[in-house]
T-cell receptor, first 113, second 117 residues
Framework: GDSVTQMEGPVTLSEEAFLTINCTYT??????LFWYVQYPGEGLQLLLK?????DKGSNKGFEATYRKETTSFHLEKGSVQVSDSAVYFC????????????FGPGTSLSVIP | DTAVSQTPKYLVTQMGNDKSIKCEQN?????MYWYKQDSKKFLKIMFS???????INETVPNRFSPKSPDKAHLNLHINSLELGDSAVYFC????????????????FGEGSWLTVV
């Protein structure tokens, strides 16, 4: 079945460091790909999405590019802030899992001043 | 105005009790969901309803009973609560069941933190 794999956390970075959180997926066809963010004690927010190969989703300085050839959707940010500390979830929907979101296990990010 | 709202946000209750979590969406969507986030932050769908009809029931114990009185509401009732039910429960909604592709987006509520003691 469809699945999403993310790098294990927790990830700890200093402020202004470069962030990469790796995400790879297994799905039939061309899934839609998402990054969700959960700040401490809060709900899930859609951070960005891409629905076809080579699309780049971006929001709040975060970017991710849909790479069909490597089945990846890595999240990047050039300069993280303390306020970016959160859990980040990679997720997909697909033609076979069209009616549900398949989430990765989440990656916890802590940014220290 | 919150698009998908859940109440209560926090709930602490004893084992064996029965409790409900309510969810309302004001987006005019016809599909609603319950997702569960366990203690390791793993998120998985529990139920989905489309036009008040149950569509997905992902091998959830029958102590969990969703109820959709109308398209804008999907409540989750849990009987005989167990310690393992402690989790964050997220309600969500979308316009139609087809989440794949560029047109549709699922919107999540703020979550309900359930602690069973």
């Amino acid at each position: 079945g469809d699945s999403v794999t993310q790098m294990e956390g927790p990830v700890t970075l200093s402020e202004e460091a470069f962030l990469t959180i790796n995400c790879t997926y297994t799905a039939t066809g061309y899934p839609s790909l998402f990054w969700y963010v959960q700040y401490p004690g809060e709900g899930l927010q859609l951070l960005l999405k891409a629905t076809k190969a080579d699309d780049k989703g971006s929001n709040k300085g975060f970017e991710a590019t849909y790479r069909k050839e490597t089945t990846s959707f890595h999240l990047e940010k050039g300069s993280v802030q303390v306020s970016d500390s959160a859990v980040y979830f990679c997720a997909l929907t697909s033609k076979t899992s069209y009616d549900k979101v398949i989430f990765g296990p989440g990656t916890s990010l802590s940014v220290i001043p | 105005d919150t698009a998908v709202s859940q109440t209560p946000k926090y709930l602490v209750t004893q084992m064996g009790n029965d409790k409900s979590i309510k969810c309302e969406q004001n987006l005019g969507h016809d599909t609603m969901y319950w997702y569960k986030q366990d203690s390791k932050k793993f998120l998985k769908i529990m139920f989905s309803y489309n036009n008040k009809e149950l569509i997905i029931n992902e091998t959830v114990p029958n102590r969990f009973s969703p109820k959709s009185p109308d398209k804008a509401h999907l409540n989750l009732h849990i009987n005989s609560l167990e310690l393992g039910d402690s989790a964050v429960y997220f309600c969500a909604s979308s316009q139609g069941m087809e989440l794949w592709g560029p047109r549709n987006t699922i919107y999540f509520g703020e979550g309900s933190w359930l602690t069973v003691v």
